[in-house]
C-alpha cells in the first residue's frame, strides 16, 4: 500500500485546512485498514491526531485536537481525510498518514500506537502562523 498525503501548507492560526490521504498499490481498499493520523514537529516525538476503525463508525482523537480536527474517509476515491479547524501554532507540523492491519477491536489504546500500522506517507507539513 502506498500512501501521498497532500493539502499542507501555511494558514493562519485560527483557520482551518483540510489534509487528504491518497492510498493506491492494493486491491484492497482503505475500508480493509485502520487508517490513522500522526504529527510530528521540529525536536518532538511523533504524536498520535486521529485514527479511524475499518468499519469507518469508529474514530479517535489526541486529546489535543479532540473537537477540532474531524478524521474522515470516502471508499470509492481510496482517501482519508483531516480536516483542521481553530488551528493553533502548537499544531505546526509534519502530519503523516498511516494504514495498518486492523487488530484493534476497538480498543483506543491500539489505535493510538503507531507501531500497530504497517503503512506510512512521506508526510506533508502544516505551519501556523501566529
Known amino acids: 500500500v502506498q500512501l501521498v498525503e497532500s493539502g499542507g501548507g501555511l494558514v493562519q492560526a485560527g483557520g482551518s485546512q483540510r489534509l487528504s490521504c491518497a492510498a493506491s498499490?492494493?486491491?484492497?481498499?482503505?475500508?480493509?485498514?485502520?487508517m490513522g493520523w500522526f504529527r510530528q514537529a521540529p525536536g518532538k516525538e511523533r504524536e498520535f491526531v486521529a485514527a479511524?476503525?475499518?468499519?469507518?463508525?469508529?474514530?479517535y482523537y489526541g486529546d489535543s485536537v479532540k473537537g477540532r480536527f474531524t478524521i474522515s474517509r470516502d471508499n470509492a476515491k481510496n482517501t482519508v481525510y483531516l480536516q483542521m479547524d481553530s488551528l493553533k501554532p502548537e499544531d505546526a507540523a509534519v502530519y503523516y498518514c498511516?494504514?495498518?492491519?486492523?487488530?484493534?477491536?476497538?480498543?483506543?489504546?491500539?489505535?493510538?500506537?503507531?507501531?500497530?500500522?504497517?503503512?506510512w506517507g512521506q508526510g506533508t507539513l502544516v505551519t501556523v502562523s501566529s
Open positions: 498499490g492494493r486491491t484492497v481498499g482503505i475500508s480493509d485498514y485502520a
Open positions: 479511524m476503525a475499518w468499519s469507518g463508525s469508529v474514530t
Open positions: 498511516a494504514a495498518g492491519t486492523d487488530r484493534g477491536s476497538w480498543d483506543p489504546t491500539y489505535y493510538r500506537t503507531d507501531v500497530n500500522y504497517q503503512y
